[in-house]
């Protein structure tokens, strides 16, 4: 298991926006009544509590449109991190197997502004990568819920080599 990060700390797979892109999206900042902002929701606070922190990936189930268990492109062996401060979070996650010759491995990781509306989990995206697959000022919107201390997050569905599939990612609180 790698180290725990302390409140504050950012890991160093943290993806920055460019310049240009900084610049813009300053007009998101906090409690400017603009982009998604955690601080300035009201009445969900207590989900947002249970969920700033650091977490760890421990499933992803991927299902096909009748509700069958399909491979997921995050393979057998998924690892990933996330880590939601009280206004910005920072995600990655992919296959944790080593590549085979010639092969390569599925990731992602992006990081904003996030808030909770009810059991939905908004992430408006400011770095990411790959960034073909996650726009830099796209909302990355989950389906959120609490399985006991563990959560559970659910992403819309999606085509994955040529079948819709829908994911549930299972994680476990660190910190």
Known sequence: MGAVLASGDLPAWGVVAPAARCRANRRFAPGDGGAPNAVTQEGHSEMRERIIGVWRLLAVEARD???????????????????????????ALGDGRPPAAGESRHWVT?????????????????GAHPADRIGIGSDQVRECRFEGARLVLRPPPRRVRGTLQQLELTWEKLA
């Open 65 to 91: 449109p009748e509700g069958r268990v399909v491979p997921s492109e995050y393979g057998p062996c998924p690892m990933g991190t996330a880590q939601f401060g009280p206004e910005r979070m920072m995600a």
């Open 110 to 126: 992006y990081t904003g502004l996030w808030q909770v509306e009810g059991e939905v989990l908004r992430t408006r995206v400011d």
